[in-house]
């Protein structure tokens, strides 16, 4: 299924305000209620809305340090991407784990109350991944931007 533009519009405003109610999307959009409410089940059947979520603030939960951890594997072997991949997915500190491509193998986003937190997860699970053969661990001082809205 390919997006027309009413279904762009659609996405752009849930992706800002997921709890908007039908009435008010529509009117955003220029539809009727009905022909929306049609519209975003259809996008939500096709995949293209994944799911609804509640944003979190950091530091009202108590994590407001944000730390990228580069890790380097011992080898690429799959059993040992596989094993890597496993254990980082139970880490419950760890937000995002991305493979790349350039000098490290992952990249990791982590969250934590203070630099004392981030060592007992280092120390904790961090050093117990399986394959690490070099982490390099960078502190984020300031969030300059920030959004999960993917363009439309």
């Given at each position: 299924?390919?997006?027309?533009?009413?279904?762009?519009?659609?996405l752009?405003?849930?992706?800002?305000?997921?709890?908007?109610?039908?009435?008010?999307?529509?009117?955003?959009?220029?539809?009727?209620?009905?022909?929306c409410?049609?519209?975003?089940?259809?996008?939500?059947?096709?995949?293209?809305?994944?799911?609804?979520?509640?944003?979190?603030?950091?530091?009202?939960?108590?994590?407001?340090?944000?730390?990228?951890?580069?890790?380097?594997?011992?080898?690429?072997?799959?059993?040992?991407?596989?094993?890597?991949?496993?254990?980082?997915?139970?880490?419950?500190?760890?937000?995002?784990?991305?493979?790349?491509?350039?000098?490290?193998?992952?990249?990791?986003?982590?969250?934590?109350?203070?630099?004392?937190?981030?060592?007992?997860?280092?120390?904790?699970?961090?050093?117990?991944l399986?394959?690490?053969?070099?982490?390099?661990?960078?502190?984020?001082?300031?969030?300059?931007?920030?959004?999960?809205?993917?363009?439309?």
């Open positions: 299924m390919s997006l027309d533009s009413i279904d762009r519009r659609l752009a405003v849930l992706q800002k305000s997921g709890r908007i109610s039908n009435s008010d999307l529509a009117e955003k959009v220029n539809l009727s209620a009905s022909a409410h049609r519209r975003v089940q259809r996008l939500e059947a096709d995949g293209f809305i994944a799911g609804y979520v509640a944003l979190l603030d950091p530091r009202k939960m108590g994590v407001p340090t944000t730390v990228f951890v580069e890790i380097t594997l011992s080898t690429q072997a799959d059993d040992v991407l596989n094993a890597f991949e496993k254990a980082v997915a139970r880490v419950p500190d760890v937000l995002e784990c991305h493979l790349t491509a350039g000098t490290a193998d992952y990249i990791l986003k982590i969250v934590a109350e203070d630099t004392d937190d981030f060592a007992r997860i280092h120390r904790q699970y961090l050093t117990r399986p394959g690490v053969a070099k982490m390099q661990s960078s502190f984020a001082l300031r969030t300059v931007c920030m959004t999960t809205a993917l363009p439309v």
